[in-house]
């Protein structure tokens, strides 16, 4: 057999590879992330996903005011009364105009009373009743505010 070659014996030189600054290496990351990059199973995509996962499940639904605004149509689904919030001791309640018209002998505050009396199965006091009406004035309903005794 040949004798080996000088090269086999001696080791391969390392070669100090620099991929940039740290700068450099950050702003290609965040552009992976950006661009989603990363291969599908890789740690990285993993990662990726678990953040995604964890924005939607854990962040908190106060920072996002996203809430519908209720309209009178959809109190015809709702028996004409609504409860839109609640506060420690009370709550308040929007209630149908046609519901109030209903009970026309009485005045509108003793109609809605006795409307969220149905709703409502402990005593309380109504604090305040203010009409809603839309642009031509007419009363589309009522923002009962419901204090609990």
């Given at each position: ?29 965040i ?26 499940f ?20 709702a ?67 419901v204090?609990?005794?």
């Amino acid at each position: 057999m040949a004798e080996s070659t000088p090269l086999r014996d001696q080791e391969t030189p390392r070669v100090a590879v620099s991929f940039g600054s740290p700068w450099a290496r950050l702003g290609r990351g965040i552009g992976h992330v950006f661009f989603w990059a990363y291969e599908r199973g890789s740690w990285q995509y993993d990662l990726i996903v678990i953040a995604i996962l964890a924005f939607i499940f854990l962040t908190p639904r106060y920072w996002f005011s996203d809430r519908p605004t209720l309209q009178m149509t959809d109190l015809r689904h709702a028996q004409g009364i609504v409860e839109v919030s609640q506060r420690q001791g009370g709550r308040t309640y929007l209630v149908d105009a046609r519901r109030v018209d209903s009970l026309a002998p009485q005045k509108p505050e003793e109609a809605v009373r006795s409307i969220v009396s149905t709703r409502v199965q402990r005593p309380f006091d109504v604090q305040s009743v203010d009409p809603v009406r839309d642009r031509n004035n007419v009363v589309l309903g009522y923002t009962v505010v419901v204090v609990f005794k």
